[in-house]
């Protein structure tokens, strides 16, 4: 596993800050956001490509930043793994990604319009519009806007020839980009896939898109705060950014490589809610279709408790965004799937320290269940103080919770829903 977040690069250093309750929230400083209502952010600090692929980083100096996100993110996964190039066929290594658009040269692009632009007419000047962007844009920059951009650095860098995808499913990109690459080494297309999100949206266009939705919270008051996944007074979402990036291999082909698997994916469930473009299926039908499929294809039955007792899940990850309607629906879907046993799991939303990082939330948030796993602790929902009536579950409120006394966490379920009503979901489970 690996990734970049905005709590850092490290995989047991950002665990050990999210179960610290630290935020990594604060003022916009990628540009000057000081007119918006939403001024602050999640952002990556201190990143340099270059610490991640000090012999091979030049390669991509035209990357823009969610591809080196990701470069960075594979980069780690793949030593974490132990691979070697000269020992695995290229062609049986296939990349799968939730990479979001790559940012705009805005500045450029901004003063082209500005150039074109002539009070009172309708079309501007094209010519002047395209004197100005021809001198100051430039095609290698552009292109790396194209989402599948990020597929073709990561494929590069690490020859990676076999099957190549790239969904743009918004939140639940990430979720689903490691949902369908298992589903690939399932069917036998192939043995070992990179697979995961990448994206930032903290630009000018970005912010100000979700501004203009109103889906972001405006606490310019109180920033560090401003995540209050399932809490009464939340308002909205904060901006993140990162990426997470996952090896996921077929258990004949690590065994004899002599790898130790981290996690088996157990189960995976894809839907969608065919309702609205900005609103959620107001009773989670979709999303509770996609986490029975999960819970089906990993075989639990979701309203029987295990042979220890307890609920077949141990640990939640919520999508928790922090909006009014998303936290509310995400509580009824999870209610009506796991019936009496839904107040007895531990849920939380690791949102409220890293924000959302938006197609990179889905595997982020899925390695927070291995990290779970591994060390039989659940993170926090940070800055839960006021309890919300429509949100009565046990959302693990500002404090980590050890489990360990209890059996540990075996089994985890990742939930990512997409604006748009998208709803993907990932079982994880303890590999033994």
């Given at each position: 596993?690996?990734?970049?977040?905005?709590?850092?690069?490290?995989?047991?250093?950002?665990?050990?800050?999210?179960?610290?309750?630290?935020?990594?929230?604060?003022?916009?400083?990628?540009?000057?956001?000081?007119?918006?209502?939403?001024?602050?952010?999640?952002?990556?600090?201190?990143?340099?490509?270059?610490?991640?692929?000090p012999e091979t980083h030049k390669r991509h100096a035209n990357a823009g930043v969610s591809s080196q996100f990701a470069l960075a993110a594979a980069s780690s996964a793949w030593k974490q793994a132990g691979?070697?190039?000269?020992?695995?066929?290229?062609?049986?290594?296939?990349?799968?990604?939730?990479?979001?658009?790559?940012?705009?040269?805005?500045?450029?692009?901004?003063?082209?319009?500005?150039?074109?632009?002539?009070?009172?007419?309708?079309?501007?000047?094209?010519?002047?519009?395209?004197?100005?962007?021809?001198?100051?844009?430039?095609?290698?920059?552009?292109?790396?806007?194209?989402?599948?951009?990020?597929?073709?650095?990561?494929?590069?860098?690490?020859?990676?020839?076999?099957?190549?995808?790239?969904?743009?499913?918004?939140?639940?990109?990430?979720?689903?980009?490691?949902?369908?690459?298992?589903?690939?080494?399932?069917?036998?297309?192939?043995?070992?896939?990179?697979?995961?999100?990448?994206?930032?949206?903290?630009?000018?266009?970005?912010?100000?898109?979700?501004?203009?939705?109103?889906?972001?919270?405006?606490?310019?008051?109180?920033?560090?705060?401003?995540?209050?996944?399932?809490?009464?007074?939340?308002?909205?979402?904060?901006?993140?950014?990162?990426?997470?990036?996952?090896?996921?291999?077929?258990?004949?082909?690590?065994?004899?490589?002599?790898?130790?698997?981290?996690?088996?994916?157990?189960?995976?469930?894809?839907?969608?809610?065919?309702?609205?473009?900005?609103?959620?299926?107001?009773?989670?039908?979709?999303?509770?279709?996609?986490?029975?499929?999960?819970?089906?294809?990993?075989?639990?039955?979701?309203?029987?408790?295990?042979?220890?007792?307890?609920?077949?899940?141990?640990?939640?990850?919520?999508?928790?965004?922090?909006?009014?309607?998303?936290?509310?629906?995400?509580?009824?879907?999870?209610?009506?799937?796991?019936?009496?046993?839904?107040?007895?799991?531990?849920?939380?939303?690791?949102?409220?320290?890293?924000?959302?990082?938006?197609?990179?939330?889905?595997?982020?948030?899925?390695?927070?269940?291995?990290?779970?796993?591994?060390?039989?602790?659940?993170?926090?929902?940070?800055?839960?103080?006021?309890?919300?009536?429509?949100?009565?579950?046990?959302?693990?409120?500002?404090?980590?919770?050890?489990?360990?006394?209890?059996?540990?966490?075996?089994?985890?379920?990742?939930?990512?829903?997409?604006?748009?009503?998208?709803?993907?979901?990932?079982?994880?489970?303890?590999?033994?």
């Open positions: 596993m690996g990734w970049i977040t905005p709590l850092g690069h490290d995989l047991d250093a950002v665990w050990q800050r999210l179960l610290a309750g630290q935020t990594a929230i604060g003022p916009v400083t990628r540009f000057d956001a000081s007119t918006f209502v939403t001024n602050f952010a999640a952002e990556v600090k201190g990143f340099q490509l270059s610490q991640f692929l691979l070697d190039r000269s020992k695995v066929n290229p062609r049986r290594i296939g990349v799968y990604l939730g990479a979001g658009e790559g940012s705009l040269d805005f500045d450029n692009f901004a003063a082209a319009n500005i150039a074109g632009f002539r009070e009172g007419q309708e079309t501007g000047d094209g010519g002047a519009w395209a004197r100005t962007a021809f001198a100051h844009m430039t095609a290698a920059r552009e292109i790396e806007q194209e989402p599948n951009l990020s597929i073709s650095h990561v494929a590069a860098e690490f020859n990676c020839r076999g099957p190549a995808f790239n969904c743009m499913t918004a939140c639940a990109a990430g979720a689903q980009s490691v949902g369908e690459a298992f589903e690939i080494i399932k069917r036998g297309d192939a043995d070992l896939m990179l697979a995961g999100g990448t994206h930032s949206m903290i630009h000018p266009l970005g912010m100000t898109g979700f501004i203009r939705l109103t889906a972001m919270s405006q606490r310019r008051d109180n920033a560090t705060t401003a995540a209050r996944p399932f809490d009464q007074t939340r308002d909205g979402f904060v901006m993140g950014e990162g990426s997470g990036i996952l090896v996921l291999e077929s258990l004949d082909h690590a065994l004899a490589r002599g790898a130790t698997p981290l996690a088996e994916i157990a189960g995976y469930g894809s839907t969608a809610d065919a309702y609205r473009i900005t609103d959620i299926q107001p009773d989670g039908k979709g999303a509770r279709a996609a986490m029975v499929e999960a819970l089906k294809q990993a075989g639990i039955n979701p309203r029987e408790p295990g042979p220890d007792g307890r609920p077949g899940i141990h640990y939640i990850s919520a999508h928790g965004t922090g909006t009014k309607e998303n936290d509310k629906i995400e509580t009824v879907a999870v209610k009506t799937v796991f019936g009496t046993l839904a107040p007895k799991i531990p849920f939380s939303s690791v949102k409220s320290m890293l924000g959302h990082l938006i197609q990179a939330a889905g595997t982020v948030e899925l390695i927070t269940c291995v990290k779970a796993i591994q060390t039989g602790i659940a993170p926090p929902t940070i800055n839960l103080r006021n309890p919300d009536p429509d949100c009565d579950l046990d959302y693990v409120p500002n404090a980590p919770r050890d489990l360990n006394a209890q059996g540990g966490i075996q089994v985890c379920m990742s939930n990512s829903f997409g604006f748009g009503g998208q709803n993907d979901t990932v079982v994880v489970r303890k590999f033994e």
